[in-house]
């Protein structure tokens, strides 16, 4: 299948934890000088989303902005997403990504010496949430042999109305079919680049996965998934990490994402 999926993973109260810690992302949002929505093709926005990596940035909806930062909406609604250590730098955040329920999921699986690396608050807001194209998470999170594994957790009830998840049941086993990279060329303004086009999947191959909010999907690094926009009056906020292996695994040097010094945090050892 190259996905699970886990309900009630978080209790009523935990989600309404993780919900108010989003919310209050909105409420203090950066100076308008300083507001991005990420596009590789900007080197400025490039150099933004490479400091995430080991920060907890945040990236505005497309419709949200106008070209001088100006909110065009509800500042609740503004934001697309947060990242990229949350997992690590915010206490609530931090306490469910190392609970014991996803430990014990990753030794389930045989995962010897499992490390959190990435994470992101995803808002995917009312009439103005964006569409998340066709992608594995592989492309991003690289590693040899494949070891990413995504938690991909509801804080809302998840509809086809609202974004849900749509997912290629056994996808996962066909490869990693493209790359995200940093740019080896340094003459380029690109930061940023895909080492090849964007394949083309036929829409028969997915799935729609409606879960209730604290519902957990599991995602195998190479399963294909996307999410449509949310065009509907309601929300559909999720909160997603990724963990890969570190015994006898090499993560790719030209991920866009990559460790401090110290190297990613153990999940068992936290």
């Not at 009312?126 to 590693?143: K, M, N």
Request: aromatic share 12%; proline share 6%; charged share 20%.
């Amino acid at each position: 299948m190259g996905y699970a999926v886990l309900e009630d993973f978080l209790r009523p109260h935990e989600i309404e934890e993780l919900r108010s810690c989003g919310q209050y992302f909105t409420k203090n949002l950066p100076p308008e000088s300083e507001r991005e929505i990420f596009d590789t093709k900007n080197e400025q926005q490039a150099d933004y989303f490479l400091d995430s990596a080991n920060k907890i940035s945040v990236f505005f909806e497309a419709e949200a902005l106008e070209k001088d930062g100006a909110l065009r909406v509800n500042p609740e609604v503004s934001l697309n997403k947060v990242g990229h250590a949350l997992h690590w730098l915010h206490p609530s955040f931090k306490k469910y990504t190392f609970d014991e329920r996803v430990k014990e999921v990753a030794f389930q699986l045989n995962y010897k010496e499992p490390a959190v690396c990435q994470s992101m608050y995803i808002y995917k807001n009312p009439t103005i949430g964006s569409e998340v194209t066709t992608h594995q998470d592989a492309t991003y999170l690289y590693t040899e042999p494949a070891t990413l594994l995504g938690f991909w957790i509801a804080l809302d009830d998840a509809t086809q109305e609202n974004g849900c998840l749509w997912i290629a049941p056994g996808s996962h086993k066909s490869g990693v079919h493209r790359r995200f990279i940093r740019n080896k060329e340094s003459c380029s303004k690109q930061l940023l680049v895909f080492d090849k086009a964007a394949p083309h999947y036929s829409q028969s191959c997915f799935t729609p996965v409606p879960v209730r909010k604290g519902t957990c999907i599991l995602l195998h690094g190479q399963v294909l998934h996307f999410s449509a926009p949310n065009r509907s009056n309601l929300p559909r906020h999720a909160y997603t990490f990724h963990v890969i292996e570190t015994h006898d695994v090499t993560y790719a040097k030209d991920n866009w994402l990559q460790p401090l010094a110290c190297g990613f945090p153990k999940l068992y050892l936290n």
